[in-house]
């Protein structure tokens, strides 16, 4: 499955890697730190641990707050 991923990442070159939180390892490899070494310029963002049990509409407002600093202001309409 890293593998798959990698390389997708390496073929898509996405904005931004959202990681859920059971997602930091998988078994005793750290896949923040492979999708780094696939994709360096690719920033990766890892959600909280209470994130899927937080009221929902709370748990968007803050990802978007958190996600948002990753990109620059006026790229904010480059994806329209």
Partial sequence: ????????LKAARPD?????PGMVTVGERNTQELFRQAA???PVFILEEDF???DPGEAGVRLLREVSR??????ATRHS
């Fill in 1 to 8: 499955m890293l593998r798959d991923a990698q390389t997708l």
């Fill in 16 to 20: 931004l890697l959202l990681l859920g």
């Fill in 40 to 42: 360096p310029t690719i």
């Fill in 52 to 54: 899927f049990t937080r």
């Fill in 70 to 75: 990753f990109f620059p202001a006026e790229d």
